[in-house]
């Protein structure tokens, strides 16, 4: 059974770190691409940030460039987001997501919140 | 960046009774490849989204076929036959072919 879990969000102050991670388990994690997708309650969905199978190409929304780091590794099946120079419009539930291709999201997981507030 | 829009944003539905539901992209989404990267999502309250449709009308295993995708270029539609309770909550188009950009949302409910 294909199972994605998110950790690591929490409560954090403008300016602060975060890092969260996703792990994998029930596919083969090296095969897909990933992706992390943020939910606000004021801008909808939105795909921060995408890796490819060895993560040699990463893209960023413009919204997070510059502040937040995709990585991955393979070895522990696992997907990572660096959040740096947190905003409060950062404030969001983040979703890790297996991609297919192009776009097409077959597994999501629960998704883990972060909020930014001082 | 390609912007995507959806209308209408609620739509409230007799059970039994057909739906149908626009998503419109600021660019044309075919691929180079002849595959349109445009899929449709479906959230129901206090779950993670969940595939129905991806590459405009290929149903994903388990969505009953009275969902149905259709469209080209930059106009898309998504319907529902007959609206079962089941069906209630957010759905969401998403173009893949540059970067991620998800519409705003349907929401549908019940009469």
């Known amino acids: 059974e294909v199972q994605l879990v998110e950790s690591g969000g929490g409560l954090v102050q403008p300016g602060g770190s975060l890092r969260l991670s996703c792990a994998a388990s029930?596919?083969?994690?090296?095969?897909?691409?990933m992706d992390w997708v943020r939910q606000t309650p004021g801008k909808g969905l939105e795909c921060v940030a995408i890796?490819?199978?060895?993560?040699?190409?990463?893209y960023y929304a413009d919204s997070v460039k510059g502040r937040f780091t995709i990585s991955r590794d393979n070895t522990k099946n696992s997907l990572y987001l660096q959040l740096n120079g947190l905003r409060a419009d950062d404030t969001a539930v983040y979703f890790c997501a297996r991609d297919v291709r192009w776009g097409y999201f077959d597994y999501w997981g629960q998704g883990t919140g972060v909020t930014v507030s001082s | 960046e390609i912007v995507m829009t959806q209308t209408p944003l609620s739509l409230s539905v007799t059970p039994g009774q057909p739906a149908s539901m626009s998503c419109k992209s600021s660019?044309?989404?075919?691929?180079?490849?002849?595959?349109?990267?445009l899929h449709w999502y479906l959230q129901k309250a206090g779950q993670s989204p969940q595939v129905l449709i991806y590459?405009?009308?290929s149903r994903v295993s388990g969505v009953p076929d009275r969902i149905s995708g259709s469209g080209s270029g930059t106009d898309f539609t998504l319907k529902i036959s007959r609206v079962e309770a089941e069906d209630v909550g957010v759905y969401y188009c998403m173009q893949g072919l540059h970067h991620r950009t998800f519409g705003p949302g349907t929401k549908v409910d019940l009469k």
């Open positions: 660019h044309s989404l075919l691929h180079s490849d002849g595959k349109t990267y």
């Open positions: 890796i490819n199978q060895d993560g040699s190409e990463k």
């Open positions: 029930g596919f083969t994690f090296s095969s897909y691409w």
């Open positions: 590459e405009v009308s």
